[in-house]
């Protein structure tokens, strides 16, 4: 039965860091396009990031150059290095495939960035 495990998350100051970990059962992530998403309070989930089968990466304007994603296949799980964090980037932070067709959702990470 899969499961995603987020953990990772926190409050911190801005241009704090934080790194958000994925922990999968059920499926290996190396099969899939996998990614970061986000919920702000009132607002749906928001794509930050994704990973591909080969490693290829894509992030969301808002984070490119501040986060990264990683994968560790031999743990099977995904990673999202968060770095110079501001205000905006507060929200629950999931895992997920990218596909239309989302996996069950995990119970997430919190982040709040707040001085």
């Known amino acids: 039965q899969l499961q995603l495990v987020e953990s990772g998350g926190g409050l911190v100051q801005p241009g704090g860091s934080l790194r958000l970990s994925c922990a999968a059962s059920?499926?290996?992530?190396?099969?899939?396009?996998v990614g970061w998403f986000r919920q702000a309070p009132g607002k749906q989930h928001e794509l930050v990031a994704t990973?591909?089968?080969?490693?290829?990466?894509y992030y969301t304007d808002s984070v490119r150059g501040r986060f990264s994603i990683s994968r560790d296949n031999a743990k099977n799980t995904l990673y999202l290095q968060m770095n110079s964090l501001k205000p905006e980037d507060t929200a629950v932070y999931y895992c997920?495939?990218?596909?239309?067709?989302?996996?069950?959702w995990g119970q997430g990470t919190q982040v709040t960035v707040s001085s």
């Open positions: 059920g499926l290996s992530l190396d099969m899939y396009t």
């Open positions: 997920n495939t990218d596909r239309p067709t989302k996996w069950a």
């Open positions: 990973i591909t089968r080969g490693g290829s990466t």
